[in-house]
């Protein structure tokens, strides 16, 4: 796999920043095209399936690795150290628009020219650049072909040991082999922030899974929301394909859709909806993160045999004290990590503190009110100031 390399990012309000938006227009149009018809990737991807029995007749699902988080809580970080791990695959930005056709696609990119593939800032602007073998999160858009209300924030998005959806783990079960099999890896890891209201259902159809769940210090977790949803506004506003894009792929944690995850609270999904409207975006955001890590607390304290599947990492210890975090991920998942590569993985994870939460006293008081008695149930004293909360990087 490429190594993601960093970069001091651009200005938000910069062309460059701006120009990570653009969508070139194959992947718009074909990309498109697939969303437009559901049936139809459903159809390609089992096509598929019949068509390479063989190549996938001895793969299994051995306990899948799920990194799950409110974003902007460094899962994207936990994915690349976790994908570079021999024994893992993960999607990639490559497969995309086609996810659901992973063997067939990846086979026919393996016979075509590939010209120089270089690292680039992502969207996010916040210092990660990635190339086409970068890992990126993509099964989204396979929950939303089977679960076509999974984003409606006027719903419960909740999935639970209950849930049942035979046609669903059939044909997702049949994908992680095809994709493990196309990259002849043993084991799976998929980054989904969607996953937080899943881990129930998703523990159901594989009690071997491990999940390793990110939260983050809520002022500063809050500060980099605010910041990157001012980002992506300004983003999808130049390049209105970008908005598209991110609707196909299941990505509405920010910009002109962005809708939060309905934990099954009608009032509080309502209030988060006004306060975002009304422009309130500190209490907006303040309360979507006590709500969202409040349930993944009741669920995790209502279950025991899914708290034990689960890891909690906290965004800052993983940032002050990176060997060691890393360390206990890779123990957690059952992967062995040699001295040399926890080491590599762990010298590029700093705090680089280009930009520090600018909220007024009030705000600051909001903060804590509104979050400080869940933030608490996972360690954390309150909201804090300081250096130790900016940016993490790899």
Known sequence: MSDSRRSRP????????LASFA????????????????????????LETRMIQEAIAERVVDRPIYIAGLARSGTTILLERLAEHPAVGSHRYIDFPLVATPYWWNRWLALVPQTGDRARQRAHNDGIAVTAQSP?????????????TAHDPGRCATLDRRTEN????????????????????????????????????LHALYPGARFVLAIRDPLWHIASLMKQ????????????????????????EFGLDRRA???????????IA??????????????????LYRHVAATLAADAALREACLIVRYETLCERPAETLAAVYAHCGLGIDSEALARGASRLHFPGYYRPDFSDRERALIEELTGPVAASFG???????????????
């Open 274 to 291: 006004s306060l975002w409207r009304a422009g309130e975006e500190v209490a907006g955001w303040a309360h979507y993160w006590a709500g």
């Open 166 to 201: 035979p046609p669903f783990a059939r044909f997702y079960d049949e994908h992680i082999r095809k994709l493990l099999a196309v990259r002849n890896r043993q084991r799976y890891v998929a980054k989904g922030n969607y996953n937080l209201v899943r881990l129930g259902y």
């Open 23 to 46: 969508v070139p227009g194959w992947i718009h149009h074909l990309g498109g095209w697939l969303h437009r018809h559901p049936r139809a990737m459903i159809r390609l991807g089992n």
């Open 10 to 17: 651009p200005s938000s309000g910069s062309p460059d920043a």
């Open 229 to 252: 949803q001012a980002l992506f506004v300004r983003g999808e506003t130049a390049h209105p394909r970008a908005l598209e894009h991110m609707r196909r792929v299941g990505h509405f």
């Open 136 to 148: 990126e999160a993509f099964e989204e858009m396979l929950w939303m072909t089977f679960f076509p």
């Open 380 to 394: 954390y004293a309150g909201a804090r100031g300081g250096e130790d909360g900016a940016e993490c990087r790899g």
């Open 261 to 271: 995850i309905h934990v099954g609270d009608d009032d509080l999904a309502a209030r």
